[in-house]
């Protein structure tokens, strides 16, 4: 089936290009984990199968960026740009767009019509800048979940609890049974998005996180209903002191493996019990918006062209770009990477109970933009810091709310 | 001088002086250049770019006011002076035991220095494994009974900096040690001889005669040391990548997480800028103290 998907999608790509100059186009990404590279590897077998342009893979690992988008930004102040390069949705390219250095896509998007089905729009209004677009959007990412371990709690004599509450109730039971209550890593942007994702949409609403976030009202985050995060924060981080690992991924193994009971993780640790062979609602069982409010942010990745000299390498940008957004290779891509497409119309039958909840938020439109696309890169290293900080200290709630509530003072 | 003119100053040794053209051009614009390029936009508000928008002194303000810059400052101290003890410490220790003329010498300080030709990240990598609670020492320990032992540093915030100095240790101590061989041979034997005579103690020796004598060897070891002590950075990011945490966060890898992670320049530049002025601050009035007084004597 496989093959007769491809030699189709081929086909289709072939009949939409008229000339035939053919390029070899390196796409810098930093999918490296297992599911990750096989789904980028989707993107690659596609854009092979146009049998003129070639993908040549230039994965430079390190999560956010760290490492890829450093190279990015210097080959292309260097003249020697990439041919395409992953970023997150929002302001961490927005510069970059303002400076001319990547290829503009509007007439392509209107060809093909992308506002018609791009669903939500506003993950296009990320990628625009005074009315011109920058970038394809290729998946929908979200951190308001929190995943338990079904088998955990049965041995502690509990239910498996629904809401952030009971779960914070269930914690001395787990506890007399021998198992953590929940497992954090403790790399910055773990307690970060934790507490300022997941623990303020989730417990405060979504329009108190607007009026921090994107409006940077500064004294309602240093003011008394924003103080639930912050406590919140302090329980979660008693709740997570049995376990000592640094990366996602083994926090995750650890409540694969009944050692902890819960992890608060974006959509991501999915792919890890997926590996695991543990079914959704039956294994596992997962809480969009810690179950108290069902909202999803909007994160995900996107794919910017930096401009080319060669009008070859052009061609293939844009085919890559309008490949990317295709409905087949939407399918094949968010199926193995674990996220949500960008399209409104496609058949996502294959997906499983969590995706479906996903699904079924984005259908309703309870939906908020990523901190990324609110915030400057360096403000959210800055609260990613403080926040780190507070999560491996013996840091007061009211102390980090303090210092929280400045860091939104001087944002930018 | 046989010629009759009186020498000029700019042709003499003219040949010379064109071949090292290359060179003052390096260290002119790549060196003082760049220097200097960076100091002036650290008062600018560059972000992802630099871009010449005057702040003044907005990014020192800034930086000193960052709790996670403190911990960093605070960190290079503790393990600055720690390291710097210890290695030079270490390594005289290590070549006092060598030169006693013992059998295998050679294998010993090939052993010693083997550390010092692997790069930091090898050398992170490794102790963060023999470091690790599950795998590294702690669990050998365990394995042959001592159920209890505890060793893990990296995962505790208070202890975690010690477990970079121990690394840090590991591979700098051998260079120290060689230095020092080199110096021990260097004193004369009748120096040895005369203190045998007047019935001195080797290690008194050891401490009170040859030790003051290998000043200038002690002045390069101090010199090498605190280079590396300064630049500290890959061996943090592959051991524990400033973690847990913050707790071994450390100058360096602030200045680069600020420019590359935080896409803040401004506020990178305004780190290294303040970095430059520590060294200066202790290197200026050090080293006219250690060679200024020199050229006098001479």
């Known amino acids: ?412 | 001088m046989s010629a009759s003119k009186r020498p000029n100053f700019l042709f003499q040794n003219l040949a010379s002086k064109i071949a090292s053209i290359p060179m003052i051009l390096t260290a002119v614009v790549i060196f003082v250049g760049c220097t200097l390029w960076t100091v002036a936009y650290s008062f600018t508000g560059s972000r992802l770019l630099p871009r010449w928008r005057w702040v003044g002194l907005d990014q020192y303000e800034r930086l000193w006011e960052t709790d996670r810059w403190m911990i960093s400052i605070n960190n290079l101290i503790l393990y600055g002076i720690l390291m710097m003890l210890f290695s030079l410490a270490l390594g005289f220790l290590l070549a006092a035991l060598l030169d006693q003329k013992i059998r295998g010498e050679n294998v010993f300080r090939t052993i010693f220095l083997y550390p010092y030709a692997l790069s930091f990240v090898v050398t992170g990598l490794t102790w963060q494994w023999l470091l690790n609670p599950d795998f590294g020492v702690q669990k050998l320990v365990r394995d042959l009974g001592w159920s209890r032992f505890e060793f893990a540093p990296l995962t505790n915030n208070d202890w975690a900096i010690y477990g970079v100095l121990l690394a840090g240790l590991w591979q700098g101590s051998g260079l120290v040690m060689v230095l020092m061989l080199a110096g021990l041979r260097g004193i004369d034997q009748d120096v040895w001889k005369a203190a045998r005579v007047d019935g001195i103690s080797t290690w008194k020796t050891y401490i009170f005669i040859v030790l003051p004598m290998m000043r200038p060897i002690f002045v390069t070891a101090v010199v090498l040391v605190a280079t590396g002590i300064i630049k500290i950075f890959d061996l943090i990011v592959a051991q524990t990548d400033g973690g847990p945490g913050l707790s071994t966060e450390v100058p360096a890898k602030y200045v680069y997480d600020m420019m590359f992670s935080s896409q803040n320049l401004g506020q990178g530049f305004a780190a290294s800028t303040t970095m430059l002025l520590v060294v200066l601050v202790i290197i200026i009035p050090w080293s006219f103290y250690e060679f200024g007084g020199r050229r006098d004597a001479k």
């Open chain 1, 1 to 412: 089936m496989k093959t007769f998907k491809f030699s189709a999608l081929a086909a289709s790509a072939m009949a939409i290009a008229t000339s035939a100059p053919a390029a070899d186009l390196e796409v810098v990404h930093w999918w490296t984990s297992g599911g990750e590279a096989a789904a980028v590897a989707e993107f690659a077998k596609a854009l092979d199968a146009t049998g003129k342009h070639k993908w040549i893979d230039g994965a430079i690992a390190g999560g956010g960026g760290t490492n890829a988008i450093p190279a990015v930004v210097s080959r292309m102040l260097g003249g020697d740009p990439v041919g395409a390069a992953q970023f997150n949705h929002g302001r961490q390219a927005e510069e970059l767009v303002a400076e001319g250095l990547f290829l503009d896509l509007t007439d392509l998007a209107e060809k093909e019509g992308w506002r018609d089905f791009v669903f939500p729009t506003s993950l296009l209004d990320a990628c625009t800048l005074d009315g011109r677009l920058y970038c394809v959007p290729v998946n929908i990412h979200s951190w308001q979940w929190i995943w338990l371990n079904n088998g955990a709690f049965a041995k502690a004599g509990v239910d498996v609890p629904s809401n952030w509450g009971e779960f914070v109730a269930s914690a001395d039971a787990l506890r007399a049974a021998g198992v953590a209550p929940m497992a954090t890593g403790s790399q910055a942007w773990q307690s970060s998005g934790l507490i300022t994702n997941v623990l303020a949409v989730s417990l405060v609403g979504t329009e108190a996180w607007a009026r921090v976030n994107v409006q940077k009202d500064a004294a309602f985050a240093g003011g008394p209903e924003y103080a639930a995060v912050f406590e919140a924060a302090e329980v979660a981080r008693s709740l997570s002191a049995d376990i000592e690992v640094t990366d996602w991924n083994l926090a995750t193994a650890a409540v694969i493996t009944g050692q902890a009971a819960a992890q608060i993780m974006g959509d991501w640790a999915q792919g890890e019990f997926a590996v695991a062979n543990a079914v959704a609602g039956e294994d596992y069982t997962c809480l969009p918006g810690l179950g108290e409010n069902k909202v999803l942010q909007l994160g995900g990745d996107a794919f910017y062209f930096p401009k080319n000299k060669d009008a070859d390498v052009e061609a293939a940008q844009l085919e890559l770009a309008s490949l990317m957004m295709s409905k087949q290779v939407q399918v094949n891509f968010n199926l193995k990477k674990g996220s949500l497409p960008v399209r409104g119309d496609v058949d996502l039958s294959a997906a499983n109970d969590c995706m479906r909840q996903g699904l079924a938020i984005l259908a309703e439109g309870n939906v908020l933009p990523g901190g990324d696309m609110a915030l400057t890169r360096d403000t959210v290293e800055s609260i990613n810091d403080l926040m780190v900080q507070f999560w491996n200290s013996d840091m007061s709630a009211a102390e980090v709310q303090q210092k929280y509530a400045a860091l939104i003072a001087s944002a930018d």
